[in-house]
């Protein structure tokens, strides 16, 4: 049995011992926004990366401000590692193993985890790791939608920390709990001009949720496959370095990609360390698409479609031609509340409803992003689930 899988039967057992199954669902939110209440827990904070900054400096300031949560989210990694391996091993060949693969990485990438290193007083092995760590545990929602008008709107849940430690007393996921004083709002600029902004977490230099304004928005969910999902990376390691890392792709496609059909063939054609959801909507009618990767190509790529009636695509961790995984079906529930909403009521707010509503929203979820190409636009909220809530 794979090692993933053990831990997924072990931290299943001890969730069900909570009480949670069977799965908590309620009726679709209405009226959430602006957010408010017990599933708001906060604004995030805005900050700038000049790109005219050599990469080591970048990150100067976010780190600066982040230094405590980001310190501490590390120490519960290595904690979580030393529960796991007890001895320190695990993290011992982390301090010597990973620091010599920060120059194998692509430029920017490894001078920009160096120069975080630095900043934060955190060994280098360590930021890589937590550089890595996403690429694993990330299950989430997105959803690009097209209203009447022909306006597009692109939302997202981030959910991170699955497996990754279920504190029993707050009924929590502790990592998950650790990066929500991470997450910030990025503006990177050139020359005092936006190229591009994200929702991040501070410390992570790959990006899971961005937007080029007027141009195009991009977010990544992980796919789960038992034919390559690890694989890759444990080849990375191990030396044989030919894909991409998926959040690296992302960023160069939001730095580099200068329209949305430029932005979708890069996706879709790069070859990767893992498969991966990249789900992609632009600033005109028609442009919203899931396009699923295995590691070496684009398997399909399913776009909205006003004359099949599709008018928005939304994309949680499975294949979209496959049933969900019974015990995790968040896609049923946030298609029927886009459903109930219907096209001519979409916008911000009522996607906000979608993704507020459980269990597209669960004890994972880390933020909420809502982002609209046409103004520019990306905003995102610290959510927190209270109970009763699914766990995922
Ligand atoms: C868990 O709850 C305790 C007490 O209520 C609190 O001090 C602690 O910060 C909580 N831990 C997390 C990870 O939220
Ligand atoms: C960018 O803005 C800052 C202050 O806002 C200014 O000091 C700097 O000269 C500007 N740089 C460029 C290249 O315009
Ligand atoms: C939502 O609507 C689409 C398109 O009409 C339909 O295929 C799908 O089954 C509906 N899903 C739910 C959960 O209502
Ligand atoms: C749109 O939403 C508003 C309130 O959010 C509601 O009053 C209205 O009936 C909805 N319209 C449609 C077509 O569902
Ligand atoms: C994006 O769409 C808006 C509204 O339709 C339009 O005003 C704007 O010119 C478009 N921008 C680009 C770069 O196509």
Not at 60 to 89: C, E, H, R, W, Y
Not at 263 to 284: C, M, S, V
Not at 299 to 305: A, G, H, P, V
């Amino acid at each position: 049995m794979a090692p993933w899988v053990s831990l997924a039967v072990a931290a299943l057992l001890s969730v069900s011992a909570a009480q949670f199954i069977p799965p908590y669902t309620e009726d679709c939110r209405t009226d959430m926004y602006p957010p408010n209440g017990p599933t708001f827990r906060g604004a995030v904070s805005w900050y700038t990366v000049d790109l005219d900054l050599p990469p080591s400096k970048r990150w100067t300031a976010v780190i600066t401000a982040k230094k405590t949560d980001l310190v501490n989210m590390i120490q519960a990694i290595k904690d979580l590692a030393n529960a796991f391996v007890p001895s320190g091993k695990l993290i011992e060949l982390v301090d010597i193993t990973l620091p010599l693969m920060v120059d194998t990485l692509p430029s920017p990438f490894g001078e920009e985890i160096k120069g975080i290193a630095t900043v934060s007083g955190v060994p280098l092995g360590e930021v890589v790791l937590f550089n890595i760590f996403y690429e694993v545990f990330t299950v989430c929602t997105s959803i690009v939608a097209q209203d009447s008008k022909g306006t597009l709107y692109h939302g997202r849940n981030l959910d991170f920390g699955l497996f990754l430690g279920w504190d029993v007393k707050n009924k929590s996921w502790i990592i998950a709990e650790k990066l929500k004083p991470l997450v910030v709002n990025l503006d990177f600029q050139r020359k005092n001009q936006t190229v591009f902004k994200s929702t991040n977490f501070a410390g992570y230099v790959g990006m899971l949720t961005g937007i080029k304004p007027h141009t195009f928005s991009l977010t990544m969910n992980e796919r789960f496959s038992l034919n390559g999902g690890y694989i890759g990376i444990l080849e990375w390691i191990l030396g044989q370095r030919d894909g991409m890392w998926m959040s690296f792709l992302t960023r160069s496609v939001l730095e580099k990609a200068s329209s949305y059909e430029e932005a979708k063939k890069l996706l879709a054609q790069t070859k990767l360390l893992a498969p991966a959801y990249f789900i992609l909507g632009g600033n005109h009618s028609g442009q919203g698409c899931v396009i699923t990767r295995s590691r070496e190509l684009s398997i399909n790529i399913l776009e909205i479609d006003l004359k099949q009636g599709r008018w928005y695509v939304l994309e949680t961790n499975y294949d979209h031609w496959k049933e969900p995984f019974f015990l995790d079906d968040r896609r049923t529930p946030a298609m029927k509340c886009m459903n109930q909403t219907t096209q001519a009521n979409i916008s911000v707010k009522t996607m906000y409803d979608v993704l507020s509503t459980k269990p597209v929203l669960n004890k994972l979820t880390t933020y909420t992003t809502l982002m609209q190409v046409s103004e520019g636009k990306l905003e995102s909220f610290i959510r927190d689930c209270p109970d009763p809530c699914m766990p995922w």
